[in-house]
């Protein structure tokens, strides 16, 4: 009796320890979508404030161009004779009535209209997600969805331009996923049709997806609103269907970087003529053809959402012009899954959600042959979307359990009082190549874009550097001017120093870190994190603490080896000021950088020889910056400070860098994945519920 009523304690606590661990998982689930929430108002607030709080003449660009005092809807003539106008005849009858509205009334309305449709594309998108849906999925699902849309560039756009291009993509997601009448359903096709005609290749996948009275709705929808267009006003309905092929060539030139389809970029790529248009015709058939072939397999497969996505991304590639507020489909392929491994399974949606709110500058460097791919960078993912991606199907053993990620034992931190972050757990294999490569290319350009917005006036900026010329003489460590003096003097040390200084900054960190992700991809984890800590340290002080370099600082005598003679009548130095933060000098990233690499080195190297090489670039590094007078000896001391702060936030929070396995104990080493293990079944969402009622 005494054993049993044991059992049932152990057992009774057992259960209250799952059933608290599962309170604590729902408590936590829901405080973050409170704070989901949250953003999503904040994000609501911050766009109608960048919209309304712009000069009249500066906002609703389109809406003003099209119905405002000098309109082209207020004019007698052709809807088209100006070229402003690029919707369709259609478009331009229900936007009549409009004219006659106060033009300050009607720009808050339409800017809170637009954000009301907006959420609504939201919530819509998350209830079709393919299912089954997870509980925490369906709880987050509606909030993650409205803030990704919000900060999509196509939405930011339409936003800024008082476009109507939100409203199509949702009347084919109602159609799709809410309206259960397949009749109301092709309507509403047709209506978004109406406003942009490519969008009739969604009657054409409701027909082959088995929905054909909903595709004769659609079709019969758009042909009588054109007919209503075209007996309201003829000559506009034959300059747009006849003479400009269903508005092509209408608005922008078709060449320009804002036409993201295949014709815009054969255009861009010095194609024209009837060659450009045969090859765009023939490109254009393969897409649609592969296209929607792959969107009613994703259909048939139960994922609607994927299947809607694939059809915009044709839509997209095959539109004579497909402006950026008018690129939204996009961002829906998200949902897509691909990759049969855990750890590839953010590769796609980082790809999308990248490529779709930033612009391709922040996504591929400078790089003249990298052009047609910056350039052109939303059409591609597009026609990825449409013809290349891999997308699982549900059918797959590998949809609900991918091969999963192997980690690391972590070990207990020293400091017992600073917990090791929950999350941050260390991972035996390295991360995707593409997935790594976006993160550095964003983070780098997001750490120059705020170096240079941490901008001060030259007089601040001066009397800092006065304060550490006073402190480095009271330190007698002031040797700057004797070593950038004694420098000049030899040419070829000179040329040595400038060549230094301009080109290993970047070669070294980079090439380690090549090193350690194919040889040692467990320790690259470790050493990316300790450099990115640093950076943004660095940053902080860049912020709190401008600083004029010895170079700019006037009446010291300092010669710039490294760009020339600054003149110091002018406050902007010239032109360097318009690429680069002249006074982010403490502290110096070109030291610590350096310093880095050289611990790095010093650490994982296997010969002696290798880290008494590494231990020479931060030494040349720091000969370097003094004798080209770009840093104070403590803007040096700063780089090393921030590099030490680096790696100590990553002990803190990520443990050790030697982890040891679970299995053997031993040193942690790179091993292959194991298989999927099949794990409980999680809580579901109905899958005809997550799918909607199409």
Not at 40 to 66: F, I, N
Not at 142 to 165: F, K, W
Not at 376 to 384: E, K, M, Q, R
Not at 642 to 670: N, Q
Request: contains cysteine.
């Amino acid at each position: 009796m005494e054993r049993w009523e044991g059992r049932r304690s152990v057992v009774n606590a057992d259960h209250s320890v799952r059933g608290d661990a599962v309170a604590d998982t729902k408590a936590g689930a829901g405080l973050t979508r409170v704070l989901l929430w949250i953003v999503v108002a904040v994000l609501a607030v911050r766009q109608v404030a960048v919209v309304l709080r712009q000069p009249p003449e500066e906002r609703l660009l389109d809406l003003e161009t099209w119905i405002g005092e000098n309109g082209v809807l207020h004019l007698t003539g052709s809807l088209y004779g100006s070229g402003r106008f690029t919707g369709t005849p259609f478009a331009g009858l229900v936007l009549k009535p409009l004219t006659a509205t106060a033009q300050q009334t009607l720009g808050v309305a339409w800017t809170f209209g637009s954000l009301l449709l907006v959420v609504a594309l939201g919530l819509v998108a998350a209830k079709a997600l393919p299912g089954p849906v997870g509980r925490r999925t369906a709880l987050l699902a509606a909030p993650v969805a409205i803030s990704l849309v919000m900060l999509s560039l196509p939405v930011r756009n339409a936003l800024h331009l008082g476009q109507t291009s939100i409203l199509p993509v949702l009347l084919v997601l109602l159609a799709w996923f809410v309206v259960r009448d397949h009749r109301a359903a092709g309507v509403l096709v047709g209506i978004a049709a109406a406003f942009q005609p490519v969008l009739l290749l969604f009657a054409a996948l409701l027909w082959l997806t088995g929905r054909r009275q909903a595709s004769v709705s659609a079709g019969a929808t758009f042909a009588l609103a054109t007919a209503i267009a075209w007996a309201a006003g003829p000559k506009d309905s034959w300059t747009y269907w006849v003479h400009h092929l269903a508005g092509a060539g209408l608005g922008e030139r078709p060449d320009s970087l804002a036409n993201q389809s295949l014709h815009g970029a054969l255009l861009r790529l010095g194609l024209e003529g009837p060659l450009e248009i045969a090859l765009f015709l023939v490109l254009a058939a393969a897409v649609v053809f592969f296209g929607l072939r792959r969107a009613v397999r994703y259909a048939q497969d139960g994922q609607l959402l994927l299947a809607v996505a694939v059809t915009g991304c044709v839509v997209v590639a095959v539109s004579p012009t497909a402006w950026q507020h008018q690129l939204l489909w996009v961002l829906l392929a998200v949902v897509g899954k691909v990759g049969k491994r855990a750890s590839d399974r953010l590769v796609w949606p980082s790809v999308v959600v990248l490529a779709v709110t930033l612009p391709g500058t922040m996504l591929l460097p400078n790089i003249e042959p990298l052009f047609p791919v910056r350039d052109n960078i939303l059409l591609l993912t597009a026609l990825g979307a449409a013809c290349l991606a891999p997308f699982l199907p549900r059918t797959s053993p590998y949809w609900q359990h991918p091969v999963p990620t192997d980690y690391a034992k972590p070990v207990a931190a020293r400091w017992r009082r600073v917990p090791l972050l929950p999350f941050w757990r260390r991972v035996f294999t390295r991360p995707n190549l593409l997935l790594e490569l976006l993160l550095i290319r964003v983070v780098y350009d997001a750490y120059a874009q705020v170096r240079l917005a941490a901008r001060a006036g030259r007089p601040l900026a001066e009397e800092h550097g006065r304060q550490i010329h006073a402190i480095e003489q009271w330190l007698h460590i002031d040797i700057e001017h004797w070593v950038n003096h004694a420098v000049v003097k030899i040419d070829w040390l000179r040329e040595f120093f400038d060549y230094y200084y301009s080109t290993f900054h970047f070669i070294v960190p980079l090439a380690i870190l090549g090193v350690l992700y194919v040889r040692r991809p467990a320790d690259y984890r470790w050493v990316r994190s300790s450099i990115g800590f640093a950076t943004l340290l660095a940053l902080v002080g860049f912020w709190l603490y401008p600083l004029a370099p010895p170079r700019l600082m006037p009446g010291l005598g300092f010669i710039d080896t490294v760009h020339g003679v600054q003149d110091f009548a002018k406050p902007d130095y010239g032109t360097l000021t318009t690429v680069t933060n002249q006074y982010a000098a403490m502290p110096s990233l070109h030291f610590g950088w350096s310093l880095w690499c050289g611990v790095v080195i010093v650490m994982l190297a296997p010969k002696l020889w290798m880290k008494a090489l590494g231990l020479l670039h931060p030494l040349f590094t720091i000969a370097a910056i003094v004798a080209t007078a770009n840093h104070w000896v403590l803007d040096a001391a700063g780089g090393a400070l921030v590099v030490a702060m680096g790696f100590g936030l990553t002990y803190v929070l990520s443990g050790p860098r030697k982890l040891v396995t679970e299995e053997t104990g031993a040193a942690a080493e790179p091993v292959e994945p194991r298989p999927a293990e099949p794990p409980a079944e999680p809580e579901a969402v109905p899958a005809g519920k997550a799918a909607g009622t199409a």
